[in-house]
């Protein structure tokens, strides 16, 4: 945890949909997110003034959110040459409720190259 934030790394395979389901507690009782909603993105350089990339958050239940970056934009992120050494970036989810916004987590993306999903798919 660095400033009250709970940090929580991940890991995205270039040109691969991403997702990730995150449960929220306070202690052992669910946080209760209810009429919250929220904002995801990530910078390769934290003095970069623009997002890199962005997310999509949806609400499973109460206490659950699935984070989801689509291929279309895990295949534009940038990746180390070298499987063995992720490119990464940092990443925040911010959660907004009655106006007042503030992040619930944080972390770094390891990005792991890929190759594949450049191929040209024969659909005939």
Do not use: W
């Not at 929220?24 to 934290?46: A, E, H, Q, V």
């Not at 009655?98 to 190759?115: F, H, M, S």
Request: proline share 3%.
């Amino acid at each position: 945890m660095k400033n009250g934030v709970p940090e929580y790394d991940l890991e995205i395979n270039q040109g691969d949909d991403f997702y990730r389901t995150i449960q929220f507690s306070m202690g052992d009782k669910p946080f209760d997110i209810t009429d919250c909603t929220f904002r995801f993105g990530g910078r390769y350089n934290l003095s970069n003034k623009k997002l890199d990339f962005t997310g999509q958050v949806e609400v499973l239940d109460s206490h659950t959110i699935r984070l989801h970056i689509p291929n279309e934009v895990t295949g534009k992120l940038q990746a180390n040459t070298d499987y063995k050494m992720p490119k990464k970036a940092y990443y925040d989810v911010q959660m907004i409720k009655d106006g007042y916004e503030r992040r619930i987590l944080q972390g770094v993306v390891n990005i792991y190259a890929g190759n594949a999903y450049k191929v040209a798919i024969d659909t005939k």
